[in-house]
């Protein structure tokens, strides 16, 4: 079992390179299925989610050739309809994409409930409401979501909850589907809309990704492409975080800063410092920050993805801040961890309430899933003393060489490798 062994207090600086967006890519990677024709995947990220959906893939039949450590060949033609077993699922819930597009070019689809991050209930009704109006029927069984289709034929489909996971597998569904699908409340979040640009470099006819509806038009076949994933919002907002509660100055390259525009207006807010360049910010910290108030919300909202690592910034915020969650029911789990470096927060379903203290003492902890573990990175690094954070397989689900990258910006942090106790396996599986 990996660990993080962090020592504290260094105020981080120099330049670091953010990477493919995780979200973008485990979208996009699988929508290659749809083509008709081998395609080319640049800028993907290196970590675990990339691996176990290239897997997947290969295991069904495509064929996959890593070019270089980010540019990934996939060629489709030999995959096979073949069921996602739970053993897949479960390590990420973005297996629900192979739904949407396995449906798209088979117009059917054998796939286990998805596991991921355990954020609370996470319902995907939305997306199976997506796939009848296309004309599938869907049943459950044994936890596996079986989907079939005599034809997809275009409809109007209006969400009823603003979900990124139904826009994206509606989306795909839909691509090749017979005549035209409108999607009302789609989500607008920058994975989306990277997702189908690259389906539209394929060859198919969506308009409207990034607002409130999307049109999509189906065409009969995509061809090849080569795309290039945009930069990583949640990983370039998390560096940010890392320079806050270091009080270093850190110049975060390859974002779009325009996608990180929620985040820097509440660390302009707290005292930080955020400067914009066309594809970088820089971002100065500093002392006596103010507590501030956030509620997440969809994009162009501040990012759920984002509250725990600006929590561990605001636990030592002068004042009171209060965070509201409003889109998962189980996104504090990461507080009781803070607590134990002497945070002050408390939390009454979906709002926590900070009380700045002066500073963060290391500590144990454990990463309860992928966001949570950014966050501890953000404290313990912002903290006096050591913390050895466990579970890291959560993080390495979304952050590619964290440690090394953390490394070059001065950071006192090493990844140990302990003999796995009992049980620690099946945790893995959650
Ligand atoms: C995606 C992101 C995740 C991010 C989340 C919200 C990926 C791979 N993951 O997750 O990092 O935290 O968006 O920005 O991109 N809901 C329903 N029914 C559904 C689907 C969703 O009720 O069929 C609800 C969810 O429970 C949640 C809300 O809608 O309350 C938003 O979820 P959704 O946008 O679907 O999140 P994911 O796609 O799972």
Request: proline letters at 4%; glycine letters at 10%; aromatic letters at 4%.
């Amino acid at each position: 079992m990996e660990k993080y062994i962090i020592k504290g207090g260094k105020k981080l600086s120099g330049e670091v390179v953010i990477s493919g967006a995780k979200n973008a890519v485990v979208a996009i990677l699988p929508a290659v299925i749809l083509s008709d024709e081998p395609c080319v995947i640049e800028n993907i990220p290196g970590i675990s989610d990339v691996t176990i959906t290239l897997q997947i893939m290969s295991e069904m039949g495509a064929k996959i050739r890593m070019i270089n450590k980010t540019t990934v060949e996939i060629d489709p033609r030999g995959l096979m309809n073949l069921p996602i077993p739970y053993d897949k699922a479960k390590r990420m819930r973005a297996t629900t994409y192979f739904l949407g597009t396995l449906l798209g070019r088979f117009h059917s689809a054998h796939v286990s409930m998805p596991g991921g991050c355990n954020l609370g209930d996470r319902p995907i009704d939305q997306h199976l409401k997506c796939f009848a109006a296309l004309g599938t029927t869907c049943e459950l069984e044994g936890g596996m979501i079986h989907l079939s289709a005599d034809r997809l034929i275009g409809n109007q489909i209006f969400f009823d909850k603003n979900s990124v996971g139904a826009t994206i597998n509606g989306i795909m569904a839909a691509v090749k589907a017979e005549g035209l699908t409108i999607i009302e409340n789609a989500a607008k979040e920058p994975h989306v809309v990277d997702l189908a640009n690259c389906l539209n470099s394929m060859g198919a006819d969506i308009i409207g990704a990034g607002t409130d509806v999307i049109k999509i038009r189906g065409v009969k076949s995509l061809h090849g492409t080569t795309y290039s994933v945009i930069p990583d919002q949640i990983e370039a907002g998390t560096y940010m975080a890392v320079a806050a509660a270091t009080k270093g100055d850190i110049l975060i390259k390859n974002v779009i800063p325009k996608h990180l525009e929620p985040i820097t207006n509440k660390l302009l807010k707290i005292g930080v410092k955020v400067e914009q360049f066309d594809d970088a910010v820089r971002v100065v910290g500093g002392e006596g920050y103010v507590g501030t108030s956030i509620k997440t919300h969809p994009h162009p909202g501040f990012p759920t993805d984002m509250q725990p690592q600006l929590s561990a910034v605001l636990a030592c915020a002068n004042g009171t801040s209060m965070i509201t969650e409003s889109i998962f029911d189980n996104r504090f789990r990461y507080v009781d961890e803070l607590r134990r470096m002497g945070a002050n927060i408390s939390v009454e379903g979906r709002v926590a309430v900070i009380e700045g203290v002066e500073r963060l003492k290391g500590a144990p902890m454990r990463a309860t899933d992928l966001r949570a573990g950014a966050a501890l990175i953000v404290a313990a690094l912002g903290a006096e003393g050591t913390s050895e954070i466990y579970d890291i397989f959560h993080i390495e689900r979304g952050y590619e060489n964290m440690e090394i990258k953390l490394k070059a910006l001065g950071a006192d942090i090493e990844k140990i490798d302990e003999p796995e106790e009992p049980g620690e396996e099946s945790r893995k599986a959650i």
